[in-house]
């Protein structure tokens, strides 16, 4: 083993790059008195880490020196994390600045201003419609699922410029903003002109059908949703519901640990869902024995994802409900969300999850039991009814046949 001062080592690290504070700490040391000794191999390992952060310092210099605008150290520090996330190419695994981490938890409370509408990047660098939020400004503009934002107030957009996009689309209550919107389903190009307001999600709303059948709405899965199911189940059962159809049409998704509360009161002792992460840190998660005594019927479609979908397939593999509806989203995979420094944050795709069955759905969604196409004419209503609605009534009438 060879030997070296750990004092000319300092200076060699501080040399290169500066950061030896944090090499030096992290050192395997061996105390001999007067030197502290370490192996030729852990040297090469820290000489090689160096050199590889000494090639980013020294494109930073060079841009700093020869780019022919000015470019402060701070955008730099905030391009490169932003970098080691997008080398992932992974959509939802994205390092957020402070005006972003604030805008995205906001997102999540369910309060904020702006036009109600979820995003994504696909896999062809568009942005991409989840889903719009119901009796929002989105929604009421006819937006649905799988469309695609091709330009903001006149302006060309794809998920390169995406942070840029929502930026633009949010704004004041009141104000107005001009959306570009690409339809794969009929390959139409239009222009909408929509209205910002104050978002103001509701996450349950539920109502009697008729004297047995009950019908409870779910738009997301936010820190309060399995409170408002739960309540909302509770009041449909009072009044004398035997059946209830759940509608997780439009709804993007949201806490994981929200949906398993969900499923618990809906399913027996039963596997809810499983994750697996790379890392080794997987997850069950079961529901016990107490439940809702009731039939049950889910509405989804291509707006339906990420919780949605855990809770339509767990129902759907313990053939605890009847699924109804068109081909859910397909997102299979699970972020974790955590605040970083200066009250900026990230979101990390860290596991998949699997149904019961053992099936991971990403990019491929979950097929309902009965395929109803919505009929195209809903969305050319301003007003529409409950009779209206083909897929609602399709499944009344699969309630109706389980509560003979």
């Given at each position: 083993?060879?030997?070296?001062?750990?004092?000319m080592?300092?200076?060699?690290?501080v040399?290169?790059?500066g950061?030896?504070?944090f090499?030096?700490?992290?050192l395997?040391?061996?105390d001999?008195?007067?030197?502290?000794?370490?192996?030729?191999a852990?040297?090469?390992?820290?000489?090689?880490?160096?050199?590889?952060?000494?090639?980013v310092?020294?494109?930073?210099?060079?841009?700093?020196?020869?780019?022919y605008?000015d470019?402060?150290?701070e955008?730099m520090?905030?391009?490169?994390?932003k970098g080691?996330?997008?080398?992932?190419n992974?959509?939802?695994?994205?390092?957020?600045?402070?005006?972003?981490?604030k805008?995205?938890?906001?997102?999540?409370?369910?309060?904020?201003?702006?036009?109600?509408?979820?995003?994504a990047?696909?896999?062809?660098?568009?942005?991409?419609?989840?889903?719009?939020?119901?009796?929002t400004?989105?929604?009421?503009?006819?937006?649905?699922?799988?469309?695609?934002?091709?330009?903001v107030?006149?302006?060309?957009?794809?998920?390169?410029?995406m942070?840029?996009?929502?930026?633009?689309?949010?704004?004041?209550?009141?104000?107005?903003?001009?959306?570009?919107?690409?339809?794969p389903?009929?390959?139409?190009?239009?222009d909408?002109?929509?209205t910002?307001?104050?978002?103001?999600?509701?996450?349950?709303?539920?109502?009697m059908?008729?004297?047995?059948?009950?019908?409870?709405?779910?738009t997301?899965?936010?820190?309060?949703s399995?409170?408002?199911f739960?309540?909302h189940?509770?009041?449909l059962?009072?009044?004398?519901?035997?059946?209830?159809?759940?509608?997780?049409?439009?709804?993007?998704?949201g806490?994981?640990?929200?949906?398993?509360?969900i499923?618990?009161s809906?399913?027996?002792?039963?596997?809810?869902?499983?994750?697996?992460?790379?890392?080794?840190?997987?997850?069950?998660?079961?529901?016990?024995?107490s439940?809702?005594d009731?039939?049950?019927v889910v509405?989804v479609?291509?707006g339906?994802a990420?919780?949605?979908?855990i809770l339509t397939g767990?129902?759907?593999?313990h053939?605890?409900?009847t699924?109804?509806?068109?081909k859910?989203?397909?997102?299979?995979?699970?972020?974790?969300?955590?605040?970083?420094?200066?009250e900026?944050?990230?979101?990390?795709?860290?596991?998949?999850?699997?149904?019961?069955?053992?099936?991971n759905?990403?990019?491929?969604?979950?097929?309902?039991?009965?395929?109803?196409?919505?009929d195209?004419?809903?969305?050319?209503?301003e007003n529409?009814t409950?009779?209206?609605?083909?897929q609602?009534?399709?499944?009344i009438?699969?309630?109706?046949e389980?509560?003979?």
């Amino acid at each position: 083993m060879k030997k070296f001062n750990v004092v000319m080592l300092s200076i060699f690290l501080v040399a290169i790059t500066g950061v030896s504070t944090f090499f030096m700490t992290t050192l395997t040391q061996v105390d001999t008195g007067d030197k502290v000794v370490i192996s030729k191999a852990t040297l090469d390992e820290y000489q090689k880490t160096l050199d590889e952060y000494r090639e980013v310092e020294e494109l930073k210099s060079y841009i700093e020196q020869n780019y022919y605008k000015d470019v402060t150290d701070e955008t730099m520090i905030e391009g490169m994390k932003k970098g080691i996330f997008e080398v992932l190419n992974d959509p939802y695994s994205v390092y957020m600045n402070k005006d972003e981490f604030k805008d995205y938890m906001e997102s999540s409370s369910g309060e904020y201003p702006g036009i109600g509408i979820y995003l994504a990047p696909n896999d062809d660098n568009e942005i991409e419609i989840v889903a719009p939020i119901e009796d929002t400004p989105a929604d009421k503009a006819g937006l649905i699922a799988k469309d695609l934002i091709i330009g903001v107030n006149g302006e060309t957009v794809n998920a390169d410029k995406m942070d840029e996009a929502i930026a633009t689309i949010k704004g004041d209550p009141g104000t107005p903003v001009t959306l570009t919107i690409y339809r794969p389903s009929n390959k139409e190009k239009f222009d909408v002109d929509i209205t910002r307001e104050w978002i103001d999600v509701k996450v349950a709303k539920s109502k009697m059908i008729d004297d047995k059948i009950g019908y409870l709405r779910l738009t997301m899965f936010d820190e309060q949703s399995a409170t408002e199911f739960r309540k909302h189940m509770d009041e449909l059962i009072k009044t004398g519901a035997k059946g209830v159809i759940i509608d997780l049409r439009q709804n993007p998704g949201g806490y994981l640990s929200q949906c398993v509360d969900i499923a618990d009161s809906l399913l027996g002792k039963d596997l809810i869902v499983y994750t697996k992460s790379r890392n080794g840190d997987d997850e069950e998660f079961y529901s016990d024995a107490s439940k809702y005594d009731v039939q049950l019927v889910v509405l989804v479609d291509s707006g339906s994802a990420s919780a949605s979908e855990i809770l339509t397939g767990a129902l759907k593999d313990h053939k605890s409900a009847t699924i109804v509806g068109t081909k859910t989203f397909g997102k299979g995979i699970v972020q974790i969300v955590k605040p970083y420094n200066e009250e900026t944050g990230f979101k990390l795709t860290t596991s998949e999850y699997f149904t019961p069955n053992g099936v991971n759905i990403h990019g491929i969604g979950i097929e309902p039991d009965i395929t109803v196409e919505l009929d195209e004419k809903y969305y050319e209503l301003e007003n529409p009814t409950d009779a209206d609605d083909n897929q609602l009534q399709k499944a009344i009438e699969v309630m109706q046949e389980k509560l003979k």
